[in-house]
């Protein structure tokens, strides 16, 4: 069903906002992700294969494919891997960002600013190229100088800023308010994650519902658009269940791993795992609610699985490969299961 003048809601006080909104103006709160009933059967390829089941017409598109799957016993788990890298930037991001910069031109925007630790910037990058919006990029001065690179190729401005993860999300922020440049953050928008939903869409139609997904989370956009794309193929009939959903997480940077129902703020130590070095998530409690457990796990795992991943002949980003890691500690509780991983990004993205 297309809705094009889709109420943005503010997920705590229930607020409607403006539709170049990116967090409710009254309390401050994350906007719901749309609801949207599965009417209709797909047809076409890739993210674009779902338009009548996403909140937008007049698509953006740079010619998404299905992303491939690859099966690979690992510790005793029935594993797939859904290589995101795939996609027209290299990782997930295009989604998220096909829908979330579809919508935002359908609202009239003309320029957008995000903060990014380098993936999602290249993919806003690459969208704004194809859609005609002028694009700032706000990223850590440390991030991964290829991903700077791809971002800066794309006519992007880009703008490097030392410090904290925080200190960057800060500056896009205030560039936003002083320049009313749309903030296309990957981390706040509701419609980004609005298109991370065709993940689980595209492996629904691929290999039917798994029994668990297990994933690196940070700011938790694709799993969550994983979590509400199974709920959706589950609330039209199309299937009966959803899976389990394991969110990984960086010892450094782990703050979402907490016995109560609010995430715990940490200050983010050193990792390679780059995309997911979120110390205070906004959609941390959506993410707890969906997850079915939290795990962090060090570096050392991480290393260990990526070159594992490498020598199986798969080459992906240090944060893809600590959903490995992860597994490797999840290997009792998921002997036998039938697990899917997303490879969030490729390799090429950081080769050091
Ligand atoms: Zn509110």
New binding site residues.
């Given amino acids: 069903m297309y809705v094009d003048a889709m109420d943005l809601r503010?997920s705590?006080?229930d607020?409607a906002v403006d539709p170049l909104s990116w967090a409710?103006s009254?309390?401050g709160?994350v906007l719901d992700v749309p609801r949207i009933a599965l009417e209709g059967s797909p047809s076409g390829e890739g993210v674009w294969r779902y338009l009548d089941w996403l909140p937008v017409s007049g698509p953006i598109s740079l010619g998404e494919p299905v992303t491939p799957l690859v099966r690979l016993p690992w510790d005793g788990v029935d594993l797939t891997l859904k290589l995101e890298g795939a996609l027209p930037t290299g990782s997930f991001k295009d989604r998220g960002t096909a829908v979330l910069a579809s919508w935002l031109k359908a609202h009239g925007a003309s320029s957008v600013v995000i903060d990014s630790s380098g993936n999602a910037g290249a993919s806003l990058a690459a969208y704004s190229a194809r859609a005609g919006l002028k694009c700032h990029v706000y990223a850590p001065a440390s991030a991964s100088p290829g991903k700077l690179r791809q971002i800066a190729a794309y006519g992007a401005e880009l703008h490097a800023v030392p410090g904290t993860r925080q200190a960057v999300a800060d500056a896009a922020v205030e560039h936003a308010r002083v320049t009313g440049d749309a903030y296309a953050s990957h981390a706040w928008h509701p419609m980004f994650v609005a298109g991370t939903r065709t993940f689980a869409f595209e492996a629904w139609e691929q290999m039917g519902v798994p029994d668990a997904v297990v994933l690196p989370v940070g700011a938790g956009t694709l799993m969550l658009g994983i979590a509400h794309g199974f709920a959706d193929l589950r609330d039209a009939g199309l299937t009966d269940r959803v899976p389990e959903i394991y969110a990984i997480q960086s010892t450094a940077c782990a703050p979402l791993v907490s016995d109560g129902p609010e995430p715990v703020e940490v200050v983010a130590g050193d990792t390679a795992a780059e995309g997911i070095k979120i110390a205070h998530p906004p959609r941390g409690r959506a993410i707890l609610a969906h997850a079915t457990d939290v795990l962090a796990v060090d570096d050392t795992a991480l290393w260990k699985a990526r070159e594992r991943l490498h020598l199986s002949g798969i080459y992906t980003e240090p944060t893809s490969a600590i959903a490995l890691a992860g597994l490797s500690a999840l290997a009792d509780r998921l002997a036998g299961k039938k697990v899917l991983v997303p490879i969030t990004a490729t390799g090429l993205k950081s080769p050091a």
Avoid: I, K, Y
């Fill in positions: 503010c705590s006080c607020l409710c009254s309390c709160g």
